[in-house]
């Protein structure tokens, strides 16, 4: 892009030319550019979502002995899909940050419906 003439220079100019892995901006945009900002819009929105999973997993499971709540994953999907069809990969995002519980890597539509996922 440095080489091509209908480039705008100013933009191209103003970004370091390498990045090695110990700096601090490796694999990240610039600060300030829009790329960053629809980064951070996208993890708000995931934020939002995994929210609203967690809350609907609260008014729709059943509260055990131990004091959590849990639904299975049938039920769950059948609930959430008419919300986002992003169901899977919100449950994994609010496992990864320690919300809920489930058994097994990946949920599967159908084949593992009758899986608890407990809400921590």
């Known amino acids: 892009q440095r080489k091509n003439p209908f480039s705008n220079e100013d933009r191209l100019a103003s970004k370091p030319v390498h990045t090695h892995r110990g700096d601090p901006a490796y694999g990240r945009p610039p600060e300030g550019s829009k790329t960053e900002q629809r980064g951070k819009d996208a993890h708000s929105h995931v934020g939002k979502e995994v929210e609203e ?3 609907i997993i609260r008014s729709t499971g059943q509260k ?5 709540v849990s639904v299975t994953f049938g039920q769950l999907f059948e609930t959430y899909v008419t919300i986002s069809n992003k169901v899977v990969g919100i449950l994994l995002r609010a496992r990864k940050h320690g919300l809920v519980h489930f058994e097994g890597e990946m949920l599967w539509q159908g084949q593992d419906d009758d899986v608890v996922i407990t809400l921590l």
């Not at 055990?64 to 959590?68: A, Q």
Request: charged share 25%; proline share 0%; aromatic share 0%.
């Open 64 to 68: 055990g002995e131990d004091g959590h």
């Open 53 to 55: 999973l967690c809350l």
